[in-house]
Structures are given as structure tokens and as C-alpha cells.
């Protein structure tokens, strides 16, 4: 991917800068084997599932969608259930539409190329390590777009060489390393606590209603209704 | 190598429809709604969010997980640093898998 050179445009907003593609890379460095592990982990097991070395790649770069892409491993039958796999990603997915939603409002007035970079690349990791960033301010896309790079290219080799490396390779993880993005997206979202009552009120709305509806309802609906749940009872407790 | 053209079909499905979600997060953040009310919210939506997704996760894989959420959560708050609150988090989970049952 070749970075736009900002001096070329006069534009006032620097919204995508060169300097924004390496912050974003360097901050997906601390997920990078996280994802690159789980990327392995993914490509033995689509050998194992009897999916073609190109299905495999194709997923993991045209969907670039991890969780998803492990959802539908079982349903990967011949003839494929085109239907279910489609509704699956649409289920386990949904989340990205709040993600999106929630990002800065500059984001709609890029140009449309960078809006659908930004879009493509956007990811969990990608999302939550920029909304630091984004919460204070930074308004370039290519910390999004950087940190997204970086993990999509984790997992795209990590897919690849576990592929590859299938029959050699013993599906066991690093001690820890499944903890790895979990612990990223924790640390993150522990510098975003503001303490007190109107701090407590969302995030205890959200934790509730997702761990409720992870119970109840298919895929990624509990990130959906627990945060949109969260964010409303935050402004309620703000008294807007 | 098979080609198989209903496996690249579905591929081509689960890629678009997940396109799609993505696309259409990004077309609504330059609309935001006028309202305050929601405009507020829209603030709360990082962290809301954010709990939402790791809450059921952090609570499914019982004590060795949440006792590493803590320690993660404890040392990003007194650093502000995130590899070392990773590493720490990580490190934790690692050692309490292995003694916790």
C-alpha cells in the first residue's frame, strides 16, 4: 500500500497521513502475534476441514474477518451452504456497523478511497487501539488504516504458513498468547475510565446486557445491544 | 487445487456482507445525529463498547481469566503503558492457567 504524500494536497485536515500509517503499525505491533498465532491456528485447521489452500487465503484476505472465518469452519460442507455462510458473517460481524458508527465524525468527510480503506481495515485490534488516539483528538485516518495493515498482514501469513505447515504443526498455542488481544483491548479500555457515577452507569449497563444477550441471541448482537445499551444509559446518567 | 465455484460464491458472500457492515459503520460516522442526547451517547460509545465485546468473553473462561483481566486492567491504570499492561495480562493468564483448575 503506497501512503498518500499529504504535502500534495492542500486541503487543510491532514487525514491521512504517512506519519499516521507508522503510528498505527507500531501500536498493532503488541497484537501482532497474537493475531499472527490465531491466523496459524486458523490455517492448520482449514487443512484439517478439507478447505482448499486457496479458500483458505481467499477468507483470510478477502474477508479478513477471524472470528467469522472460525464460525463457518463447521459448516464448510460440500456442496458449501452459501446461505448459512453469508448469514453467519453477517451475524458475527454485525458489530463492525457500531465500530464504524462510533468512529470520529471527520471519518465521513474523507474521500470516498480513503473511507473504503479505512472501512476494509477496519477490525477489533484496529478500532480499539486508535480510539485512544481518536479520543484525543488525532484526526488521521492512518492510524486506523496503519494498525488495521498490520493486523490483516498477520493474519493473512499466519493463515499461510499454518496452511502450509499443517501435517508438521501441532495445534497447540504459546501459553498466554490466547490472552494476548484481550489483554490489549483490557489495557485499552482501562485508560478510558473516568471514575465516578456517570463513568460506572454505562460500562455497567454494557457488561450486563452483553453478557445477558451473549447467552440468548447468534454471533456478535451482545457487542451490539450491550454497547448501544451502555452508551445510551451513559447519556441518560449525563441528564442530556 | 479444487475450484470449487459455490465455496468461491460463499466466500464472495461472507466478504461482501462483511464489507457491507463495515462500510456502512464508517458512512454513519459522518452522520451523526443532531441530538444531543445521542450525541452524548455517541462519547460513551468507545468504552460502552469496548466492555460489551470483552465482558462475556472475560467471564467465560472463569477465574484464570478474569483474575488476569484484573491484573491487566491494574497495571494499565497505574503505567498507562499498553505493552507492558499486555505483557503483565498475558503473563498472569499464563501462570494462573497452569495452577487454577
Known amino acids: ?25 507500531r501500536l498493532a505491533a503488541a497484537v501482532a ?11 492448520a485447521l482449514c487443512r484439517a476441514a478439507a478447505v482448499s489452500g486457496t479458500e483458505a487465503a481467499l477468507k483470510s484476505v478477502l474477508v479478513a474477518a477471524g472470528t467469522s472465518q472460525f464460525a463457518v469452519l463447521e459448516l464448510w460442507t460440500r456442496p458449501v451452504p452459501l446461505l448459512s455462510v ?24 474523507l474521500p470516498p478511497s480513503r473511507r ?10 484496529s478500532w480499539a487501539l486508535s480510539a485512544r488516539d481518536y479520543r ?27 496452511y502450509g505447515s499443517a501435517g508438521s504443526l501441532r495445534i ?37 446486557v452483553a453478557i445477558a444477550c451473549a447467552h440468548l441471541l447468534p454471533g456478535s448482537w451482545y457487542v451490539v445491544l450491550g454497547g448501544a445499551a451502555g452508551m445510551l444509559a451513559g447519556a441518560n446518567a449525563d441528564g442530556v | 487445487m479444487a475450484f470449487d ?8 458472500g461472507m466478504a461482501l456482507a462483511t464489507f457491507i457492515l463495515r462500510m456502512g459503520g464508517v458512512w454513519m460516522a459522518g452522520r451523526k445525529a443532531s441530538s444531543p442526547f445521542l450525541r452524548t451517547s455517541m462519547r460513551h460509545a468507545p468504552g460502552a ?34 505493552p507492558v499492561a499486555i505483557v503483565a495480562g498475558v503473563v498472569a493468564f499464563a501462570a494462573l492457567d497452569s495452577v487454577l483448575p
Open chain 1, 116 to 125: 473504503w480503506l479505512s472501512a476494509y481495515f477496519l477490525c477489533d485490534e
Open chain 2, 49 to 82: 463498547i469496548l466492555v460489551a465485546m470483552l465482558a462475556p468473553v472475560v467471564l467465560a473462561g472463569g477465574l484464570p481469566t478474569i483474575a488476569a483481566a484484573g491484573a491487566t486492567v491494574l497495571v494499565s491504570r497505574r503505567t498507562g503503558n499498553l
Open chain 1, 86 to 109: 453469508t448469514v453467519v458473517a453477517l451475524l458475527v460481524n454485525a458489530r463492525y456497523i457500531l465500530m464504524g458508527a462510533a468512529l470520529p465524525t471527520w471519518f465521513g468527510k
Open chain 1, 136 to 162: 484525543e483528538g488525532r484526526a488521521d485516518a492512518g492510524i486506523l488504516i496503519g494498525t488495521g495493515v498490520a493486523v490483516y498482514i498477520s493474519w493473512a501469513l499466519g493463515t499461510a504458513v499454518g
Open chain 1, 172 to 208: 497447540e498455542s504459546a501459553p498466554g498468547l490466547d490472552f494476548l488481544v484481550p489483554a490489549a483491548l483490557l489495557a485499552v479500555l482501562a485508560g478510558f475510565w473516568s471514575g465516578g457515577r456517570t463513568a460506572l452507569i454505562p460500562w455497567a449497563v454494557a457488561g450486563v
Open chain 2, 5 to 12: 465455484p459455490l465455496a468461491l460464491s460463499a466466500i464472495a
Open chain 1, 33 to 43: 502475534p497474537g493475531v499472527a498465532g490465531a491466523g496459524l491456528i486458523y490455517g
Open chain 1, 1 to 25: 500500500m503506497e501512503p498518500s504524500n499529504p504535502s500534495t494536497t492542500p486541503t487543510s485536515e491532514a487525514i491521512m497521513s504517512r506519519a499516521g500509517l507508522v503510528r498505527g503499525f
